[in-house]
């Protein structure tokens, strides 16, 4: 897995990236109750707002951690937001991307260098 510092982690299945939100971020917005996902299909580039979680504390954008395309969504979410506070690094992914490259997750932190950044 990789990680962004914006607390998104990054998962390689195949030719796709899975982008969810690391339990870190889950636990600060508390009791999420709202998940809105983007349309399969979406061309994004890197920094552009993809998704949108309301929880009992605030509201929060999910920015798109590289430039692709939303080939699927979590519709599961959409259902049962709370499983982004049950589970946010599995069941709770957000979106599957489809990217150039998957060479541009290097530039990523790894597991170690997230948690130094959130201690």
């Known amino acids: 897995m990789k990680y962004t510092e914006e607390h998104e982690w990054l998962r390689v299945e195949g030719d796709l990236v899975v982008v969810g939100i690391t339990e870190h ?3 600060a917005l508390g009791d999420v109750v709202f998940v809105e996902l983007p349309a399969p299909g979406t061309k994004v580039a890197r920094g552009d707002e993809v998704s949108v979680i309301e929880s009992v504390k605030a509201a929060s954008d999910i920015l798109a951690p590289v430039d692709g395309e939303i080939v699927e969504v979590n519709a599961d979410l959409g259902d049962n937001p709370g499983l982004v ?5 599995g069941k709770a992914w957000f979106f599957k991307m489809k990217l150039e490259s998957l060479k541009v997750l290097d530039g990523f932190m790894d597991e170690a260098a ?6």
């Open 85 to 89: 506070n049950e589970d946010p690094m």
């Open 114 to 119: 997230y948690k130094a950044l959130i201690d």
């Open 25 to 27: 971020a889950a636990e």
